[in-house]
């Protein structure tokens, strides 16, 4: 079995192509005097694109500023939460396969210009950890401000460093 039909090449023969997906219908001209029906374009809701095409960034309103994040750690299950004000900005589901090295997890999120409470809340399930740590954070209007959020290897304590 995954034998390719003689005179195919191993490029085609699916054993040679892991996690390949099945290839998407042969588009049918459109018959004489009918316009053709619209292309669904990559990403379009319904296809597999969608999926793993990243959203743009949201976009911020006036007087607004931006919060850039990014959280490195050696989770392998879990979860995490990053709250701003109490309001969910960011969440993100952690599922990997045993690793030595960590993962690093980014984004960017619109926060509105003020003084602003920021807690960032981790639950993972193989190590059992259970932390969250919240800062008072400055934002001006139309800044954007980065924040390193790191973990520490013994105590398993989250830290925040601000750029």
Avoid: N
């Avoid at 996690?19 to 588009?27: E, I, N, Q, T």
């Avoid at 976009?59 to 994040?69: D, H, R, W």
Wanted: glycine share 8%; no cysteine.
């Amino acid at each position: 079995s995954g034998a390719a039909a003689p005179g195919a090449s191993p490029a085609a023969s699916p054993a040679a192509v892991p996690h390949a997906s099945p290839s998407p219908p042969k588009p049918v001209p459109p018959k004489p005097g009918h316009p053709a029906p619209p292309a669904v374009s990559p990403g379009a809701p319904g296809t597999a694109e969608s999926h793993a095409a990243s959203a743009p960034p949201a976009a911020v309103p006036a007087g607004s500023s931006s919060l850039e994040y990014t959280f490195k750690a050696g989770v392998l299950k879990g979860e995490f939460w990053l709250k701003v004000d109490g309001r969910t900005v960011a969440h993100e589901v952690i599922d990997r396969k045993f690793s030595f090295k960590s993962e690093t997890w980014s984004g960017k999120v619109p926060v509105p210009a003020g003084s602003r409470s920021v807690r960032f809340e981790l639950a993972t399930s193989i190590q059992d950890v259970k932390s969250e740590h919240e800062e008072q954070a400055q934002f001006a209007a139309g800044e954007t401000r980065q924040l390193a959020i790191s973990m520490t290897k013994f105590k398993k304590e989250l830290q925040f460093e601000w750029h």
